[in-house]
T-cell receptor
């Protein structure tokens, strides 16, 4: 299983762009990179997923360099409601077995 | 609302009690999962069911007993728990527990999580 490393916490202000980088040096060829968001006392919620280059949806963008050893989740113009824990996961091929790390606790202030 | 419901949302039980957690998904998925989230610890995968067959038991103590009678329902039967078992228990579902195969065909099936059951063992 590829292990992920991400910052424990980040602070930002409303309206700013937030970039959270995740390292996954041992990512396997068929592994995908997935990001989840979790609010207190709730289950994680899928944000975005990618394999290489750039993926964008209505919530975020995901940048993956050619070597795929890291990825960056970009949240444009964050608001107070984006305060949450963000998890970077690398998916195992075969039977799906998501391994959650400690995540990045993002605090957005006014 | 993710389409995955869990009951009860909160549960307090003694170490000698027997209780069950229930999860139901309304998404037509075929895979269901139990996770445990303790305070200040990452989510831990406990069990995986794919098409009602258990495919993963992540070294979970036998005092936790899962049951999956059909693809829409998942139970976690609890007995003789310990105080350290107090945690948020999360259920999730996905179309399948297998990946889609070749990367160019698409990604992993997204897992949809329920709101969780906050369990306190006294």
């Amino acid at each position: 299983l590829a292990k992920t490393t991400q910052p424990i916490s980040m602070d930002s202000y409303e309206g700013q762009e937030v970039n959270i980088t995740c390292s996954h040096n041992n990512i396997a060829t068929n592994d995908y990179i997935t990001w989840y968001q979790q609010f207190p006392s709730q289950g994680p919620r899928f944000i975005i997923q990618g394999y290489k280059t750039k993926v964008t949806n209505e919530v975020a963008s995901l940048f993956i360099p050619a070597d795929r050893k890291s990825s960056t989740l970009s949240l444009p113009r964050v608001s107070l409601s984006d305060t949450a824990v963000y998890y970077c996961l690398v998916g195992e091929t075969g039977f799906q077995k998501l391994v959650f790390g400690t995540g990045t606790r993002l605090l957005v202030s006014p | 609302e993710t389409g995955v419901t869990q009951t009860p949302r909160h549960l307090v039980m003694g170490m000698t009690n027997k209780k069950s957690l229930k999860c139901e998904q309304h998404l037509g998925h075929n895979a269901m999962y139990w996770y445990k989230q303790s305070a200040k610890k990452p989510l831990e995968l406990m069990f995986v069911y794919n098409f009602k067959e258990q495919t993963e038991n992540n070294s979970v103590p036998s005092r936790f007993s899962p049951e999956c009678p059909n693809s829409s329902h998942l139970f976690l039967h609890l007995h003789t728990l310990q105080p350290e078992d107090s945690a948020l228990y999360l259920c999730a579902s996905s179309p399948s527990a297998r990946t889609l195969g070749r990367p160019e065909w698409g990604g992993l099936y997204t897992q949809y999580f329920g709101p969780g059951t906050r369990l306190t063992v006294l």
